[in-house]
């Protein structure tokens, strides 16, 4: 496994995987890597000859206030388990080197980086579709790995490789979840035992709007009432809880075909969000 930290030779390195023929995937991520993160770079090794990940806590997508200068940063766990996977090549830049002076050039994904997440973080997604856009110019993967845990990003990232006619398949890897349910963050690093037993509310308000699909509640409000309880019933902040359609992320005022709801909450100093589809019952 080679780690390099620089453009030029990470682009040349991947040049030569795909100059011998080997078909390249590639996992972007910011680092803290847990099971999530492993299911990915695991599929990626499985499905491509060569894996590349990379490790970069992006600055453009933290704003003002957020945790940039505290996101967990665990370089060197995260070498060794990229080696465990099988990962050949893993790109590790610092700032500079991505965004050297006189950056001038941004990614805007219109519409679907507006709700959701978008509008709690204004900039948060113009900052993930620079640097992926970016990343994938370096790369040039034949497949990149993304997680449906950041839907609204798996949706724009989607977006963006259709409209700006990029030659790479993404492909959307499923939630990977502790056995009790909560969705696998960098993030969680941050939760006590109580605030973790806390969070477990994200995942039960999924719960709850999805029984409630099941036993025929078909509008939209109710699912989001539905979730919202669950969560400020253990004092969550909640940002959102919504039903979104799964493709263009618009709300939806009732349920009559799959849909997506997602849920953004603050726990102690955790932002956690989760998500899950919403199938009506057919019949
Ligand atoms: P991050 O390091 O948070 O930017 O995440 C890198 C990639 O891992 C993104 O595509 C995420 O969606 C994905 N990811 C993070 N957590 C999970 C999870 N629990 N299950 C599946 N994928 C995940």
């Known amino acids: 496994m080679r780690c390099i930290q620089d453009v030029r030779e990470m682009r040349e390195a991947c040049r030569t995987a795909r100059r011998e023929g080997k078909t390249l995937g590639f996992v972007p991520t910011m680092g803290g890597l847990h099971a999530g993160h492993a299911s990915l770079i695991e599929r990626a090794c499985r499905e491509c000859d060569a894996a590349a990940i990379s490790l970069f806590v992006n600055p453009t997508q933290f704003g003002p206030g957020e945790d940039y200068g505290s996101y967990p940063r665990t370089w060197e766990e995260d070498l060794r388990l990229a080696r465990s996977l099988g990962v050949d090549l893993v790109f590790h830049p610092d700032v500079a080197e991505m965004y050297p002076k006189g950056f001038s050039t941004h990614v805007e994904v219109e519409r679907l980086a507006a709700g959701l997440c978008g509008r709690h973080r204004p900039g948060h997604f113009r900052g993930v579709a ?27 990232i989607r977006r963006m490789v259709e409209d700006l ?15 009790d349910g909560l969705a696998l963050s960098s993030r ?6 109580e605030e973790r037993r806390r969070a477990l509310a994200l995942h039960r308000g999924l ?70 589809p919403l199938d009506p019952p057919q019949g």
């Open 207 to 276: 719960g709850r709007a999805r029984s409630l699909l099941a036993a025929g509640e078909r509008r939209a409000a109710a699912l989001e009432a539905a979730a919202r309880e669950e969560l400020e019933r253990e004092g969550l902040r909640v940002d959102y809880a919504s039903v979104v359609h799964p493709d263009t992320l618009e709300p939806l005022e009732r349920v009559e075909a799959p849909a997506r709801m997602a849920v953004a909450a603050w726990v102690g100093r955790a932002r956690l969000i989760d998500n899950c």
């Open 165 to 179: 006619s990029l030659e790479v398949e993404v492909v959307g890897c499923p939630i990977v979840r502790d056995p």
């Open 188 to 193: 969680n690093a941050y939760l006590n035992a």
């Open 130 to 156: 620079t640097v992926v856009l970016k990343l994938f110019a370096v790369v040039r993967p034949h497949r990149a790995y993304f997680g449906e845990k950041d839907y609204q990003q798996l949706v724009l």
